[in-house]
């Protein structure tokens, strides 16, 4: 059965949905079936596959409201070989308040995914930078959470406030959910900005932090944005030779 991971932190900007894409990237080359899963009503992962999520049906939004929509009706191919996306839609901001008044309702994702989890060997969730409904769901459905942190003292300091928010969870809605790791994003090597950051995180979560650190890099931001992961994107770049240890550290032997 695939490993379902969240990928959440509830500060915009860490580097969820680029490290989703990249991430997805490496284990698909690996000859894993890889499944997406945006959590985000932004839906940034879904338009970086090129869907339109005005139009798009049935999404993730359908799947969590309506019982007559299956998940294998939801997930649809993309154009990278072996990953499929559960994509976001508009209605998704909807959805989640309609969540709002059900029984158990921190688990509706986890119900409507475990179903299709066997076709895949691992699934990504881009949770949404907020601590809402959907973030919960996302965190109540993972086996395991990463956590990507923007290399800023802003960033660093937030961190601690959405890992009592994960206790939380794992206490009362998903008891085995697993910390697999914090990674840190948009490192600048040279700065001592960059270093000091990196020292209070490793000092507030001992053992917890990836050693791969992502550096800062136009690569990464062009990678996105011609929806073509770095490994064919720009394979020799630091940045992708990161995202290449990354996706090792977080699945030994991927
Ligand atoms: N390693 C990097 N170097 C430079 N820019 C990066 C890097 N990683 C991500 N970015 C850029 O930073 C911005 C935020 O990244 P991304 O959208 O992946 O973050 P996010 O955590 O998903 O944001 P949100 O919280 O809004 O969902 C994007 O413009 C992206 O291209
Ligand atoms: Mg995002």
């Known amino acids: 059965m695939g490993t379902i991971i969240a990928i959440a932190n509830h500060k915009g900007g860490t580097g969820k949905t680029s490290s989703c894409f990249q991430l997805a990237g490496y284990y698909a080359a690996k000859g894993k079936r890889v499944l997406l899963c945006d959590l985000d009503p932004q839906a940034s992962l879904t338009k970086l596959f ?103 003292s802003l960033a660093a300091q937030a961190l601690p406030e959405f890992m009592r928010t994960v206790e939380a969870v794992q206490r009362e809605v998903n008891p085995s959910l697993v910390l697999r790791g914090i990674f840190v994003t948009m490192h600048q090597p040279n700065t001592g900005h960059s270093h000091a950051v990196l020292e209070v995180i490793r000092e507030q979560f001992p053992g917890k932090v990836f050693d791969s650190l992502i550096p800062l890099s136009v690569a990464a931001k062009d990678s996105t944005a011609a929806a073509t992961p770095l490994l064919t994107y720009a394979p020799t770049s630091p940045v992708a030779e990161a995202y290449r240890r990354l996706a090792d550290e977080i699945i030994h032997h991927a």
């Open 50 to 152: 090129g869907f339109d999520p005005q139009t798009l049906h049935p999404s993730l939004a359908d799947l969590l409201v309506d019982p007559n929509v299956t998940a294998a009706d939801s997930i649809h191919a993309t154009r990278l070989p072996s990953v499929s996306i559960l994509p976001a839609s508009i209605h998704l901001a909807a959805a989640e308040k309609q969540l709002i008044t059900r029984l158990n309702r921190e688990q509706a994702l986890a119900r409507v995914l475990r179903p299709s989890v066997d076709a895949f060997d691992v699934v990504l969730l881009d949770c949404p930078p907020a601590l809402d409904l959907l973030n919960t769901n996302g965190l109540a459905a993972a086996d395991e959470l990463i956590v990507p942190v923007q290399s800023s």
